[in-house]
């Protein structure tokens, strides 16, 4: 790709590294924010002369029980002021952070402990220390464990626990006899070192660390920071899993090269009472985010007075028919709309965002799944610059941004500056960026086989570029399939479609190789939920609920929907959905059958529910299904159900000569 | 090594952490003495000559069936049913019965089978009203808000927040605690007895009408109280696998009489509280 004028600024030149971006902040903003906590219910601002002072002493400890050059640290927890720094203080000593999902169960973090060799780990509380306890016999290496907060904690006797206060003093200690240690480890920093570790979530196989490097990532940080014009002065709201790429490099990697403050909210719990409160400038969530928030409103303003339902009703018409060229600053929009529009900015929009903690958001990202376009534009008809990305944990995310006021539904935008993107054969999208990975940790073969002779990354994600070089992703390659008479298709594009729907919540497509396409939904309980409530239809359950006839009926009016729509697509017409099944528990992580991000495991679930996949593509009208599922409190169980197959009217495809142009 | 203990913990059914029973704060002299207590309403005898006593920081269950005369126990220690029969010993006073208001003040804080919150009021609030025994200031100095007042009021927001923090209820901090679901309206409830930072905490069927989850919740949060703050609990409760998991030692009362009294294990293995459980053919 040619072309791309903005240039980077020269930062990534003088052989910077994060601890070197720490001394420089805590130097030329020291007395700014650096980082706000909210701890019983008052927000407490950290300044980067204070987080500096944090780190040095954290630095301190670390080296006083043994952390070394090329040492690995776990950090597990929720975003923490004080794991952040952990973070930064493994950085300064040479060491490697390694962020773990915080929800994972313990089993599932025996894999990372060990093949990242870890021998110190800071967690957040007792929910992760018993984790980390329990698989203690296979992870001999693990050393040390420091604890954040000490609730629960008192009468634990493991040599192993520390807490984190403690840790602080062995270090003041350590440092008034080493003085010189913190900055002497700085200096000996490298730009080429690995920076973080990464863990994929592992859609397929065994997770993989995903090593980066500081100067890979401080050019991509520099890179995001220029394209949006972030600056010292933009604040962000720290939710996202610290082990996730995103929030290390939006949270983490621009604070550190901006000097910009990070908010951690309270509690999970708390996240949009935060959000309200701290009223970010820059933000980014997955569209599931975005969709819970469009769905609490909705079911908000239904509850509302009349008279607001129709003032919200009127204005959301208003910014729907010219909003988003008001964002885009297009001409063209008459005196009258532009009046309407203020008003209901002033009316509706303003106290809208306001209440949702969105006013001051400059700019708004989603990614890691396609958004569907209800949502997309009601966000920007109200003046929220929302924007699409793609990328992945080995790319420093970063392939694929909207620019401001060029934002097309459907694509994921222009190649970013630097980063060339090149279509394979199939279809594959291949990437060679400067945001490149060092390598997976330990295993040089299937860094290989991701990275060819030329450096491209291969992405596995299947897509093609418009006519103005806006890429637009289908598929992952390898499950873009082909139905048995030879037509094309791509589950994930379906899946899509039918997830648009607020009622929906995931859905999987079988196809490949057979001789029409089938479909599993999972329902969304709140949403319907409250559908049935408005309906006075009694349920006892999810899986209740799942059953009723009336939800089957709703659910194929969805699916009918999807299959006009890929009527209209000449390439995807023959990719209808015929029959259904409405599942009867919700996928889960838990049970392996999503990601940790999310994404389902369609060969899991196609396994795991075979004997329904069989009943889909068989002529029987129901089938019983045994499932195996997994608790919250890490009990299993089996579930068992008897469920009805749907079937959907399928379109016939229309004449060549009506059909409407594929987008 | 704690590496059985490790193993024990992961291995726990009911996922509930019994290790801490035996570790954590020393259980210490007897702190309530009941000897002989009868109560009776009118021809109704809700109790007769019960004797059984509580140790300071231990967590002591009181079990039995249906109409087995818990709930008027707790109301005899708290002060609300006076019984006719019998002395109380508490914290080493004398005395032939309780005074509520007195109890309260000298320490004990109690949660009812039913919940017992200003449904209309904020969950903070709620707690706030917790604390209306320490609060010392006068009606006129806390309708202008100035002064010793304000200062006071903060002292005690600071505590509560304290309390909300631990009960991890901070994102209903304003909830109205009518809107809330039952299991987090009964934690806002231990939240109000906590407030007036008790030294014994009377918990009536804590976990009642609860989830697994929030029963493991509820659990852990009894246990955390007794250790951190050091509380004596003294809890009815109907789950058996909660009881013989988070107390120290359990009485079991039966018709108004006490059939057993001792550790989970010896209780359990009880004839007479095993016939009363059961039944047993007449």
Known sequence: ??????????????????????????????????????????????????????????????????????????????????????????????GVPVPLYQDAVAQ????????????????EDQEQVDKLLEVLPQCAALKYLVYDDPRGLRNYQQPQLLSYERLITLGREFNTRHPS????????????????????????????????????????????????????????????????????????????????????????????????????????????????????VMIRIEDANPLKRRMFRYFIDVARRVGINVLDGKSGIGLIDRML????????????????????????????????????????????????????????????????????????????????????????????SPGMMKEYHGQ????????????????????????????????????????????????????NKLKFFPYIKEAVAFGDQRKHVTAMINIDGAALGDWAE?????????????????????????IEKVNLDLAADPKLATSQIARFVILHKELDADDGELTRTRKVRRNIIAEKYAVIVDALYSDVDHCEIEAAMKFEDGRSGVVRADLRIGSAKTVVSPEPSVRRKAA | MGENAVAHNSSNSAGLD?????????????????????????????????????????IRAIIGPNGAGKSSMLNVINGVYHPQQGTIFFKGEKRHQMNPHKVASQGVARTFQNIALFKGMSVLDNLMTGRNLMMKTGILQQALYWGATQREELAHRAKIEEIIDFLEIQAIRKTPVGRLPYGLQKRVELGRALAAEPTMLLLDEPMAGMNVEEKQDMCRFVLDVNEEYGTTIVLIEHDMGVVMDISDRVVVLDYGKKIGDGEPDEVRNNQAVIDAYLGVQH
Not at chain 1, 108 to 123: G, N, S, T
Request: with cysteine; charged share 20%.
């Open chain 1, 108 to 123: 599932e973090m025996v894999y990372v402990l060990q093949d990242a060799d870890v021998k110190f780990a800071i967690v």
């Open chain 1, 1 to 94: 790709m040619e072309g791309n004028v903005v240039t980077v600024s020269a930062t990534a030149g003088d052989a910077i590294t994060f601890p070197r971006l720490l001394e420089k902040h805590a130097v030329e903003r020291g007395n700014r924010p650096a980082i706000r906590e909210k701890n019983l219910g008052i927000w407490q601002t950290y300044t980067w002369l204070q987080v500096r002072e944090e780190v040095e002493a954290l630095a301190g400890g670390m080296a006083a029980l043994g952390f070394q050059r090329g040492d690995n640290l776990a950090v597990i927890g929720d975003n923490r002021p004080r794991l952040y720094w952990a973070m930064m203080a493994a950085q300064c000593l040479g």
């Open chain 1, 534 to 558: 408005r309906r006075n239809l009694g349920y006892s359950g999810y899986a209740d609920l799942a059953a009723k006839s009336e939800v089957y009926k709703l659910i194929r009016e969805c």
């Open chain 1, 444 to 495: 040089p073969e299937a860094t290989k086989s991701v990275i060819n002779a030329e450096g491209f990354f291969l992405t596995g994600d299947a897509g093609f570029f418009d006519a103005d070089g806006h890429l637009i992703i289908i598929d992952r390659a390898k499950d873009v399939g082909r139905l048995a008479e030879g037509s094309l298709f791509a589950p994930k594009y379906i899946e």
């Open chain 1, 181 to 296: 240690h913190f900055c002497d480890q700085i200096a000996q920093g490298n730009p080429a070192d690995v920076a973080v570790m990464l863990y994929t979530s592992g859609t397929t196989g065994k997770p993989k660390g995903v090593s980066h490097t500081h100067t890979a990532l401080i050019h991509t940080a520099n890179v995001l920071v220029e394209f949006d014009g972030i600056s010292e002065t933009d604040d962000l709201l720290c939710y996202l899993p610290m082990a996730w790429v995103g929030d290390f490099l939006y949270s983490y990697g621009q604070a550190y090269v901006t000097g910009l403050c990070l908010n951690c909210p309270e509690s999970t719990d708390t996240v949009m009472q935060c959000l309200c409160e701290i009223g970010p400038t820059y933000y980014f969530a997955p569209p599931r985010v975005y969709e819970n928030i469009l769905t609490q």
């Open chain 2, 18 to 58: 019994t290790d801490t029973k035996s570790t954590r704060s020393q259980i210490g002299e007897v702190i309530l003495a009941l000897e002989n207590i009868s109560l009776a309403f009118g021809g109704v005898q809700a109790l007769s000559d019960i004797s059984f006593d509580v140790r300071e920081h231990e």
């Open chain 1, 341 to 432: 529009y203020a008003v209901g900015e002033l009316m509706v929009y303003g106290p809208l965002k306001n209440v949702l903690g969105l006013s001051r958001i400059r700019v708004a990202y989603t990614g890691g799944e396609a958004i569907g376009p209800d949502l997309f534009n009601f966000y920007r008809s109200m003046g929220i610059n929302l924007k699409q990305l793609y990328g992945m944990t080995e790319t420093c995310v970063t392939v694929c941004m909207q620019k401001s006021g060029d934002v097309k539904l459907g694509t994921v935008g222009a190649p970013m500056p630097g980063v060339e993107v090149r279509l394979a054969e199939n279809g594959e999208v291949l990437v060679r």
